[in-house]
């Protein structure tokens, strides 16, 4: 997947500078935002897409240690923002691109996600439950953990899950590491080339 570049916009001051890109990948917006800050601690670099109801919503970022080591110190004289956050920004971009290439559950048709809710029903509650999930308990499940993902598999299942963080490599498929509290082991070899192991 490729990407087409809208814009792009830097600015430097005393205390920083920054790069940030906004490009079309896919039929998606997405904008990235690379700051590199005096206090290191204010740095950051992050790919934002616009949603459907035009606002800006987090897609994916980079730890500071994946690329504010490569960059100078903004009181350096004639910083370029563009030559020191350019490549911070690539990677960046093609991260976005994996993630948008492959979103969890896009491939879902509305029979098969039905089919896959009832079949967690059933080993849930059995063949004969029944339950009532309330505006509260919906509520307090979006405001808690991680994100609740639908990603379907090579083999055919379906994982349902909430117990990933948003960088692991389990979700965006090239991530960096398994998440903090991994339940599932991922990669094979520490292979962070994409494949996910059911």
């Known amino acids: 997947m490729s990407h087409t570049i809208i ?29 590199r800050h005096l206090d290191t601690s204010q740095s950051y670099a992050i790919a934002e897409m616009l949603t459907d109801n035009v606002t800006w919503t987090h897609l994916t970022d980079d730890a500071q240690e994946n690329w504010l080591t490569d960059t100078r110190h903004p009181r350096t004289s004639r910083i ?29 048709s509305i029979t098969e996600l039905v089919a896959t809710l009832h079949a967690l029903f059933a080993t849930t509650y059995g063949y004969t439950g029944e339950t009532t999930i309330e505006p509260d308990d919906i509520a307090w499940a979006q405001s808690h953990g991680h994100p609740f993902l639908i990603i379907p598999q090579t083999n055919g299942s379906i994982t349902l899950t909430t117990a990933h963080e948003k960088q692991c490599a389990f979700i965006t498929s090239f991530g960096r590491d398994e998440c903090s509290d991994c339940p599932t082991p991922l990669l094979n070899n520490g292979d962070t080339g994409g494949s996910h192991v059911p």
Do not use: K, M
């Not at 792009?8 to 700051?35: G, K, M, N, P």
């Open 7 to 35: 814009v792009e916009t830097c600015r430097s001051t005393w205390d920083f500078y920054e790069y940030q890109r906004i490009a079309r990948i896919a039929d998606r917006t997405v904008r990235l935002r690379i700051h």
């Open 80 to 108: 370029s923002p563009t030559n020191e956050l350019g490549d911070a920004a690539d990677r960046l971009v093609h991260r976005a691109e994996a993630i948008l290439s492959h979103p969890p559950g896009v491939n879902l």
